[in-house]
């Protein structure tokens, strides 16, 4: 089992910034690979960005890509997304995942099915 706790949510104005953390416990964290997605009221969640676990390769979606990032501390069992230039669009829960996966590609990680652990959620919201 991993227990996932996000945090780091909060209100902020277009064009600010807000650094999202999700620490786990349970399970070897570095055996993991994590991902991010959010869900805004009335749409489906959305696959946000992903790291890998064996080479620390990341992946964003198009709508995050140049203004988000994602990275992770094995030492301190926690992953990171740093997001700058947020838009009113951009609000939302934020929730981390974890799935053992280790494979190559991208696409795989963009799919929330395929993660085995969730974290609570925090909530973003950007005002205009």
């Known amino acids: 089992q991993v227990q996932l706790v996000e945090s780091g949510g909060g209100l902020v104005q277009a064009g600010g910034s807000l650094r999202l953390s999700c620490a786990a416990s349970?399970?070897?964290?570095?055996?993991?690979?994590m991902g991010w997605f959010r869900q805004a009221p009335g749409k489906e969640r959305e696959f946000v960005a992903t790291?890998?676990?064996?080479?620390?390769?990341?992946f964003y979606a198009d709508s995050v890509k140049g203004r988000f990032t994602i990275s992770r501390d094995n030492a301190k069992n926690t992953v990171y997304l740093q997001m700058n230039s947020l838009n009113p669009e951009d609000t939302s829960v934020y929730y981390c995942?974890?799935?053992?996966?280790?494979?190559?590609?991208?696409?795989?990680?963009?799919?929330?099915?395929?993660?085995?652990?969730w974290g609570q959620g925090t909530q973003v919201t950007v005002s205009s």
């Open positions: 995942a974890a799935t053992p996966a280790d494979y190559p590609g991208t696409y795989y990680y963009t799919r929330g099915r395929n993660y085995d652990y």
């Open positions: 349970g399970r070897t964290f570095s055996s993991y690979a």
């Open positions: 790291i890998r676990r064996s080479d620390g390769g990341t």
